[in-house]
């Protein structure tokens, strides 16, 4: 009996000591997560879906401190993509979870032929708090149309990219949106 308890103390003793030696603190530094994460719909512009795909791809490839993520299928996304008939507009951020903002992707500058990757990311920047920059030169993303309709750039410059960093610097901050609403072009 005595020598059957002992073992129980033992084994205890193992167990809660283990914890203690397997947590380096190098792993949990190893493993960079985003301070947030973001979703967004494009299942009311699918027409547009590849060119929102590859715009969200480029501020993913760029960005650090905040991840954008596809929204799952029945989901409530932070940002929803729509097709429109007028001018590309969208509901100025920066987005964060929680929040219910819409772009709409319009079919006038489609039709004029500017670039479609470069209207998903542009529009995408203001979901990401950036304002227009305009008149700029095509480098610029936020130049949006003044870039020039042959313009494909759809990759956002240095300042820009610092600019969206700084924006989710903090993490999560949530806003009342319904204050506060501003659509731009
Ligand atoms: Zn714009």
């Excluded at 929102?52 to 932070?78: M, S």
């Amino acid at each position: 009996m005595l020598i059957r308890r002992s073992a129980q103390v033992f084994a205890a003793t193992l167990a809660l000591s283990v914890p203690l030696f397997a947590t380096p603190s190098a792993l949990a530094e190893d493993v960079r997560a985003a301070a947030v994460t973001i979703t967004y719909d494009d299942s009311q512009a699918t027409e547009y879906t590849d060119a929102i795909t590859a715009g969200i791809a480029v501020w993913n490839d760029n960005l650090d401190n905040v991840q954008i993520d596809k929204v799952e299928p029945g989901g409530q996304a932070d940002v929803s993509f729509v097709a429109d008939p007028g001018w590309p507009r969208a509901e100025l951020g920066p987005a964060m979870p929680g929040d219910d903002l819409t772009i709409w992707f319009g079919k006038e500058a489609v039709d004029d032929g500017y670039n479609l990757t470069r209207i998903a990311s542009h529009e995408f920047g203001h979901s990401l708090g950036l304002p227009d920059v305009k008149p700029g030169p095509c480098s610029s993303l936020m130049s949006g149309s003044t870039g020039g309709v042959d313009c494909d750039n759809a990759v956002p410059n240095a300042e820009e990219i610092a600019a969206v960093e700084d924006n989710y610097a903090g993490g999560f901050a949530p806003r009342d949106r319904e204050a506060a609403v501003v659509v731009v072009g």
